[in-house]
């Protein structure tokens, strides 16, 4: 009678009570049940309320903390959703600790604004897999938000020696060499990372322009007009002659 349309709430009510009494598999099949009856009613108070219940009951379940965790992030409360996920690391996650300790770390640095916990996270997943990318980049992203610039400079030197793709270890000291010159004022090693550019790909008409005023700025005149004769030829030798024509007017002006 209670599997009636309408009489949810009493099965609800009755799941619950013989899953308190049960253990094992058994009690979590019980909470399932409820809880699928609770969505089915679209109560998602309810919902909680059973997963805590049985969260109290056996507070390693799994099902119940991942279930919870999804719960606690769509409803907004992001620092419980946190705890829940960090108590799954605790018991050991398996093939799923790398994706959790991702949004453990996304957690704290974009919702919850806990930049010390967060880049700790990206810092430990940077250990194992100095490649994961994703990490990186959130750590970069955060360093910035946060203002910790040193901090910064020291993780772009790090991927700059450690990535093998030209395109992106150019990124990196274009990166740097930005930082250098507006947190640092450290033009010499804003200088180290553009030269360290050209030699990798010579020609980049707006890295030579860059790394000529810095020259200009620091009265390194001789390294400068060696800098543009060079570019010079090498313009003429590919037959651009309106990057040459610039390049002249460049060293014309030392």
Do not use: C
Not at 120 to 136: G, V
Request: aromatic share 4%; hydrophobic share 40%; net charge negative.
């Amino acid at each position: 009678l209670q599997g009636a349309a309408g009489r949810e709430r009493a099965l609800i009510e009755t799941l619950r009570r013989r899953g308190r009494l049960a253990s094992g598999e058994e009690r979590e099949e019980f909470f399932q049940r409820a809880k699928r009856l609770a969505d089915s009613l679209g109560d998602g108070k309810l919902a909680e309320i059973l997963l805590k219940d049985l969260l109290a009951l056996d507070d390693s379940n799994t099902w119940a903390l991942a279930t919870l965790a999804e719960l606690s992030e769509k409803s907004g409360q992001f620092a419980e959703a946190l705890v829940l996920i960090e108590r799954r690391l605790e018991l050991g996650a398996g093939n799923d600790a790398h994706a959790l300790r991702h949004r453990a770390a996304q957690i704290a640095h974009v919702e919850l604004k806990n930049y010390d916990k967060a880049s700790k996270t990206y810092l430990e997943l940077l250990e194992e897999d100095p490649t994961d990318r994703q990490a990186s980049n959130a750590l970069r992203a955060l360093y910035g938000e946060a203002e910790r610039w040193q901090d910064l400079g020291r993780l772009l030197e790090r991927l700059i020696e450690i990535t093998d793709s030209s395109d992106e270890r150019q990124a990196l000291r274009l990166e740097l060499a930005q930082l250098s010159v507006d947190r640092f004022k450290a033009r010499d090693s804003a200088i180290e990372q553009l030269r360290a550019v050209l030699e990798e790909e010579p020609g980049q008409s707006e890295v030579v322009m860059n790394l000529s005023r810095l020259y200009e700025q620091t009265g390194r005149d001789e390294e400068l007009a060696a800098l543009l004769e060079q570019q010079i030829a090498a313009a003429e030798g590919r037959g651009d002659l309106n990057t040459a024509l610039g390049f002249y007017v460049r060293l014309g002006e030392i």
